[in-house]
């Protein structure tokens, strides 16, 4: 119940009595804070929480939504209807930490921060009072990296201190606190109006800090980007509460070998009773220098504190010269204590160099993408400390010599006192501001990035202007617009001292052409730098920006190598960031092995992660294309879409026939705007490479035009589907396309929307329907034109497939179909047969004559024994929906009918499934793909398979039954049931898929008098698995057909009998070839011809087959077809594919030139020998068995065998089967031509 100041009481009851009551606010339902941030600004919205913090005109609300399990907003009443009110429960207690209250009003942005602001208040209500929600404990990393998520939440950081302030908080002063690694944080002290902590005394020590965090970007009001410039904002006192705690008096120090000690001092913080405290001081994990290379100091150290204000205690490190030329180590030391937290700073690090301007080796031997790659998992994407804050560093630290900053690029030198107020202020004020070497609009425009200390300098303002973003380079002095020099520009040459001036050369009409080059002394600083930023950033690097000056920044990193000042600097910019230096300081090598070639391409990221870079920045992106138009295709991974613009080149020479819906894509390019929508644009014609064909489709997410409206950025260039619009056809009776022509206003109910028809589109000239569902790429056009990414409207449904519109499907399906039957005296003349739609009828009703006399049907069980169950009147053989069979007729088989069309809900419809293999059916009045049903079902369907003259082939349609036609499919995954989706849009083979990426491919077509009836392939994929798995395919049942070809599987044995023979057979790589088993049966006995359909594109692989006739080789590439005699029993023929060694060892194994016999084993043996030997050729074998006295006691094998291996058991017992004694016995193998004997022992 809202708790009401008496005024506002009084008012209401004078209102009711007069009946001037004003109209009530509109209810609307709550949603959560999550939701609500996740609106657009300006939306209207209601939502209920609990207040944290609550002072003067603000309250931050909170609820248990979001990411982090919170989510928070803030309530601005400075002045509105609403504020006094608001102003006067805040006052007198009716809202303070723990209220909760339920709030309705219109959302906006000030400097980042999400609230609801003075008039857009529409309503609040008290609805209680309890205890505000517990802190969330984080750490200034964590909100570093993802501020976003915690902006205004109740918020718990432990083990902080400030910098360089002391005395009592002033009212809006921002200060700045670190952590016990320097990591920083602003820390802001409000007006009156919003904080009491004005007045208050700074600690002087580590306190925990217990409040809310704000955000400000500096972009004003309804600036909600970008996510940065976040803020603890005390409210009170009490947020901040001082702890005991352990710290070093610095954070690193720098010392080389042998020139005596550094001392570091171990402080105690708030120690307010006389217990003594102790904390262990050891040197940390991650030091590449250990305890050997320094004297004085034994890790670990305890020290010990005691009395109520002990002294700071005292380490001594002295680096040993060691006489080894290591370049530069790094000894961290770190605190750790039982009795109280460690503070800023926890850890101390002392870089130890071997001389002023040490080099030595980071990484040995890799050159190029190895190099970078092991680069970046040391010195990549290192923690940097937040863009105000690492300025701030920078003039108070780094580039402070002595109070003096001096600029990079003038050499202008200014005051800067580091004990004084802002440093960065203190510094503008004189002209310098800072530098982005590597320019922001390159890649440095946001975090981490923006405030990477590597790439930031000091600069006078008006050279940080001239340089704008051009690349550097050489520029002649005759070709030079202006020159710098301290605070001096002009544009003629100087006089003298040329090597001291910077030079700009602005007079190219395009920009890409003009340059910046530096003071002969910091070419080599920036040229250090941008490898740095490329190697450490390249997802957000413009890498074709440093192509253009990489071989000048080669040459200036030789010609200006680093010196002291430089290195000194590096190690101090990583003190702040994780102890990661900038590595190409440290190791002068490295610039020329990771760019002396070229500038290696950027690596693959996510489309949402390209998405949340933005324009600008070049990446590359992988993903299956979904749709491809006129200038582009889309593309899509599991985080979203993209769409890439371009239609020039090598890139818009493949569009439509290399690149094509399903082909998965590996591309680079620039990402800009064009009126709302990102697209990738400018791929080089090196930028791209198709990684494989025909992939599955990603599912598209069904929407309403509603939820376009609220979030269709969340979907841009994305596959979505919208069911059953209306579709204004504007007096059209066909699509137009292009232009405003091409526009269709839809509607569905929640909202209405753009049906965009572009030019090239296959909807062109089709029938507008009166309603359809829609399932094709989401795009926007928002007006605002080029480089415009805001606002988030204007997007459109795009027609570019002519099965993105499905129009409503009629009530009746029309039947008009006549089948007719062949030699019925032969199996290849059967037909599979069914009939569409909602069907109930029985199969004889459509057939003459008497069953088993003018015809036959069957039904497949799907069993292993006998699966044929021939027809018997039952209603099993009723046609049904998805129900087919094989019939054989003297006459034609022909119906003429209507049939109400099958139900179909949510888009699809389903028809039922048994296991093992299945006669089925598409019982919807339209064709769909095949990959659109695989796409529609749980795990992995089997091909489909249409029966075609006397022998089965791979269909890519599913035809609608109401062309009469069945066919067959494997259902091994247990499904009960097919779902066939009403679109005939998404989706192409998994299987083709995997087959694009197969290696040592063979496909085998078996012909018959002329005709390919039977085919089968093989190879070899990466994913394979040494078991059945997706990349098998099984071939159908062969009753009925004329001629078979499969692979026996190597997992015959695992395999349900039916699923045993393959079409397609693929096995893991990593060997040196394959054997493979085929199969080979005809109907009647006679000559089959074997040819190789496809080869392996390399030369190296070998493909041979091994006649069963006479056990000879046949290369397929070198001999042609091979033709063999085959009839009802199935024909065995081995198939070879591999390196020549493999094909030439297995096929000696085979076929060896004379009779070969392996030693028996195991010898000597207690129950079972086995002996294996190898025929040359088809001949007269016996295999017995002679004991000492040469009696033969047992024949093992006897008659004609092929050419070949073999193998023979004997489990020591006689022809009777007796067991015979232990001792010595002889097994002979006896040939035409020759005779081999083996002694061998059994042992009883």
């Not at 790589?1069 to 005809?1082: C, P, V």
Request: some cysteine; aromatic content about 8%; glycine content about 10%.
């Amino acid at each position: 119940m809202a708790c009401l100041p008496r005024w506002v009481f009084l008012a209401a009851l004078s209102l009711l009595l007069v009946g001037a009551w004003p109209e009530a606010v509109q209810a609307q339902d709550p949603i959560t804070i999550n939701e609500a941030r996740d609106e657009p600004l300006g939306t209207e919205v209601t939502v209920e929480g609990t207040v944290t913090r609550a002072y003067g005109s603000y309250a931050r609300v909170q609820d248990d939504s979001g990411p982090t399990g919170a989510s928070a907003i803030v309530l601005r009443q400075t002045s509105g209807s609403n504020s006094s009110a608001f102003q006067s429960d805040i006052a007198d207690g009716t809202i303070q930490p723990g209220t909760t209250v339920k709030v309705t009003g219109t959302t906006s942005a000030f400097n980042g921060l999400f609230q609801i602001n003075n008039e857009d208040l529409t309503d609040y209500t008290v609805q209680g009072q309890g205890s505000p929600p517990s802190p969330q404990t984080v750490t200034l990393p964590e909100l570093a990296q993802n501020g976003e998520d915690y902006e205004s939440e109740l918020l718990r950081v432990e083990g902080l201190r400030f910098l360089s302030a002391s005395g009592a908080f002033e009212n809006g002063t921002t200060y700045t606190v670190e952590d016990g690694d320097g990591q920083p944080l602003e820390f802001r002290v409000q007006d009156g109006s919003e904080t009491a902590i004005g007045g208050a005394p700074i600690p002087g020590g580590v306190f925990d800090f217990e409040g809310v965090l704000g955000q400000f970007n500096g972009e004003g009001p309804g600036g909600d980007e970008p996510d940065e410039g976040y803020q603890f904002i005390p409210v009170r006192e009490s947020d901040l509460q001082p702890s005991l705690s352990f710290s070093f008096n610095r954070l690193f120090a720098q010392a080389e070998e042998g020139d005596g000690p550094v001392s570091v001092q171990v402080q105690v913080f708030n120690k307010e009773t006389d217990r003594t405290v102790s904390v262990t001081a050891e040197v940390g994990p991650s030091s590449t220098a250990d305890g050997t290379d320094v004297m004085g100091f034994q890790s670990p150290q305890t020290l010990t504190f005691s009395g109520t204000d002990p002294s700071p205690q005292t380490l001594t490190l002295e680096p040993v010269d060691d006489s080894e030329q290591e370049g530069v180590e790094r000894l961290e030391v770190a605190l750790s204590s039982e009795d109280g937290g460690i503070s800023s700073p926890s850890r101390f690090t002392l870089w130890i160099l071997d001389g002023p301007a040490a080099q030595g080796p980071i990484v040995a031997g890799d050159s190029a993408n190895v190099l970078l790659d092991s680069l970046r998992q040391r010195y990549g994407d290192p923690p940097t400390i937040g863009y105000g804050p690492a300025r701030d560093t920078l003039y108070r630290r780094v580039y402070n010599e002595q109070d003096t900053v001096e600029a990079i690029y003038s050499g202008l030198q200014v005051v800067v006192d580091p004990d004084g107020g802002d440093a960065s202020d203190q510094a503008l004020d004189q002209g310098v501001n800072t530098e982005h070497i590597w320019p922001r609009s390159k890649g440095a425009e946001n975090e981490p990035a923006l405030s990477d200390m590597h790439i930031l300098a000091p600069a006078h303002d008006a050279v940080n202007s001239a340089r704008s973003n051009y690349a550097f380079g050489e520029i002649p002095d005759s070709d030079t617009d202006s020159w710098y020099f301290e605070d001096e520009s002009r544009s003629t040459t100087p006089q003298n001292g040329l090597e001291l001036w910077s030079e700009l050369d602005s007079s190219p009409a395009e920009r890409d052409n003009r340059r910046f080059e530096p003071r002969h002394s910091k070419k080599g600083d920036v040229a250090r730098a941008a490898f740095y930023f490329a190697m450490a950033y390249p997802n957000r690097a413009d890498l074709s920006f440093l192509e253009t000056q990489r071989e000048t920044l080669l040459e200036w990193h030789e010609e200006d190598p680093v010196d002291a000042t430089e290195l000194r600097r590096t190690l101090s910019q990583g003190s702040y960031q994780g102890n990661i230096p900038n590595p190409f300081v440290l190791d002068s090598t490295l610039a020329d092995r990771a760019y002396g070639e070229e500038v290696p391409g950027p690596e693959v990221i996510s489309i949402q992660n390209a998405r949340e870079q933005g324009g600008g920045r070049t990446v590359s992106v992988e993903g299956v294309v979904t749709r491809v138009g006129d200038d582009g295709p889309y593309i899509q991974d599991q985080t979203g879409g993209l769409y890439i613009f371009e239609s020039q080149g090598v890139f818009g020479q493949a569009l439509g026939s290399s690149i094509e819906k399903g082909t998965r894509l590996e591309v680079t390019g620039t990402l800009t705007y064009f009126n709302g929508l990102l697209e990738l644009t400018d791929v080089p014609d090196d930028g791209f490479e198709i990684i494989a064909q025909d992939e599955s489709l990603p599912a598209p997410t069904t929407l309403t035009l509603g939820d376009i409206a609220a979030s269709g950025e969340n979907h841009e260039a994305e596959l979505v589907r919208v069911e059953n619009v209306s579709i204004d056809a504007d007096g059209d009776d066909t699509f137009r396309a292009g232009s405003s022509a091409g526009n269709y206003m839809i509607q569905d109910g929640t909202g209405s929307l753009t049906l965009r028809i572009p030019s090239g589109s296959e909807l062109e000239g089709e029938p507008i329907p009166d309603r359809a569902t829609f399932q094709g790429v989401l795009g926007q056009f928002n007006g605002a034109g080029p480089d415009a990414d805001e606002p988030d409207e204007g997007y459109q449904l795009l027609g570019l497939d002519a099965g993105d519109l499905t129009a409503e499907l009629p009530g009746e399906t029309t039947v008009d179909v006549t089948r007719s039957f062949g030699d019925p005296s032969t199996g290849d003349s059967y037909r599979l047969v069914a009939l569409p739609g909602q069907v109930d009828q029985a199969l004889a009703s459509t057939l003459s004559g008497e069953a088993g006399v003018g015809w036959q049907a069957y039904w497949d069980d799907g069993s292993d024994q006998e699966p044929f169950i021939k027809f018997d009147g039952s209603d099993q053989f009723d046609f049904r929906p998805g129900r087919g069979f094989w019939v054989l007729s003297t006459s034609d088989w022909s119906v003429q009918t209507t049939i109400p069309t099958v139900d179909v809900q949510n888009g699809a419809t389903t028809i039922p499934l048994h296991d093992g293999w299945n006669i089925i059916s598409n019982p919807l009045p339209r064709n769909v793909p095949w990959s659109a049903v695989q796409s529609a079902n749980e795990g992995t369907l089997q091909a489909l398979w249409d029966w075609d003259s006397g022998s089965f082939r791979e269909a890519s349609t599913f035809v609608s039954a109401a062309e009469g036609e069945a066919f067959y499919v494997l259902n091994d995954q247990g499904l009960d049931q097919l779902t066939i989706p009403l679109s005939s849009s998404e989706g192409t083979t998994a299987n083709a898929a995997n087959e694009s990426r197969t290696t040592r491919a063979v496909e085998l077509v078996a012909e018959r008098k002329g005709r390919a009836t039977a085919r089968v392939e093989v190879g070899e994929h990466p994913a394979a698995a040494d078991g059945k798995d997706a990349q098998d395919l099984a071939a159908p049942p062969s009753r009925f057909a004329s001629l078979s070809l499969s692979a026996r599987a190597p997992f015959a044995g695992a395999a349900p009998e039916r699923q045993g023979r393959l079409a397609r057979d693929v096995r893991p790589t990593g060997t040196g070839g394959q054997t493979y088993t085929l199969e080979l049966r005809a109907d009647t006995t006679g000559p089959v011809t074997l040819r190789a359909e496809s080869l392996p594109q390399s030369p190296q692989v070998d493909v041979a087959l091994v006649d069963p006739a006479n056990g000879r080789s046949h290369d397929l590439r070198t001999d042609g077809p091979l033709t063999l005699a085959a009839g009802p029993d199935p024909s065995r023929i081995q198939l070879l594919v591999g390196r020549s060694s493999y094909v030439t060892s297995e096929t000696r194994e085979r076929l060896p030139e004379s009779l070969t016999v392996q030693a028996p084993a195991p010898n000597p043996f207690r129950n079972q020998i086995t002996l294996k030997y190898a025929l040359p050729e088809a001949q007269d074998v016996t295999v017995a068995v002679f004991d000492l006295l040469g009696r033969r006691v047992r024949t093992l094998a006897e008659g004609r065998q092929e050419a070949g291996p073999h193998r023979v058991n004997w489990e020591g017992t006689d022809a009777s089967q007796r067991r015979l004694a232990s001792g010595t016995y002889f097994l002979r193998v006896s040939t035409d031509e020759k005779q081999h004997v083996e002694k061998v022992v059994l042992v009883r």
